[in-house]
């Protein structure tokens, strides 16, 4: 199931570090909302949760970075950006296979 | 098997000052990325789903040469996605030969024709096609059909004019023994240096994730795929990894055996996980949970992968390990029985 689209709340079951977790793991564009209001919209790829001062980096929508935020500084991650991980081509592929198989098939019956 | 006897020789004297120098962990092949957009979208793949600022991306030629300095492995690969698609994919290839790096530039083939005569043939460079199959198996592994015979076209060509060809081969379930020597005949005749194998790895952001081999299935496929290997068969790997993948051997993952090196950093831990970024290659060395990774460790992600960039590096050290590593190595070697 995809996380696009998701806006988590955190609070006491669901904490900050378990949504950089799942922010870490899509494969799409989030949103960092920080403590101060201000968000950065970009790719997240790295966190280290176990370093002295747990951050994040991320590249911005524009490609630029890394930048890198300190967890103290985000309020919340928005799952914004589409999920490019999401759907299933290896079946749509296969389905196509078939289709086209089909009405070769029907066309040279015919 | 069939490795040049300069690289041969290339990788063993590195080997044996690693073992002088008494470093436990040392990098054998830096996998390189330079990018991750591609011009094939397979469905075993995992490595090119990235939004598209990110695919836009790529790493300049001399953020290339300083990882390689950084690393020091004498062999270096260039997957990707597609390589052929860096505008200067050239001149990080030519200053890689210049040092005597070993490359093996992986490629889909697509633009092979088209882009070769900006390569010099050297025995430092080798194109490493990717081809998984025979005409059928391959287009379906790249959800293209036409895929296989430009492959083919592109080996001809790049053999011709006197390059290092070799293929590299991923497998799946599925994946008939029967066709699959067939496949190694036709690579054969294509004259390709030799064949490198592996199982794939279930990328949990790959489309298909129904057709990955399970550890038991690995063994049993390369067992009877590579049973009586034909003595024109070359495979430009350690025997003992194809070893190890019939079954034959019981090795543990060396993960930092092939790092990988991209956009992101140093990748952790390994070329196939991806559980975070280094700054550095010291640093990835240094400060990676290490025994988290492996069959041994429990990790759940590690139990079936039988892939090469985490079990070939350890074959390659059995052989210097032991004298009888050394000796089964050679012995298959000149035997060809595998």
Redesign the interface.
Known sequence: MSLEGWTPQIGPYLTLEEVVEHA??Y???ITVVGTDGTEIV??L????ARAPEPFV?M?????QG?IRIRLADIATIRFT??D??A????TA?LER?DKERAEKAAASGA | MTVPVSQMVTVASYIVRQKFARRQRYPLVLMLEPLFRCNL?C?GC?KI???A??L??QLTVEQCLQAVEECGAPIVAIPGGEPLMHPEIHRIVEALVAKRKYVYLCTNALLLKEKLSLFTPSRHLSFSVHVDGLRDEHD?AV?REGVYDRAVEAIRETVARGFRVTTNTTLFDGASPLRMREFFDEMMSLGVEGMMLSPGYSY??A??Q??FLRRTKTQALFARMLANPKRRWKFNQSPLFLRFLMGKHDFECTPWGMPTYNM??WQRPCYLLQD??AASFQELMETTEWHRYGRRSGNEKCQDCMVHSGFEATAVNHTFNSLRGFLETVAVTLTRRL
Request: charged share 30%.
């Open positions: 870490f793991d494969r799409g564009d970009g790719y790829f790295n966190r280290a980096e590249f911005d929508d524009a490609g890394p950006g589409k490019t991980a759907g299933n081509s290896w592929w296979q | 979208a469905a995992g789903q990235y939004p600022q990110i836009r991306k379906d959800c949990s952001k489309p298909d129904e057709h992101f950093g975070g970024y």
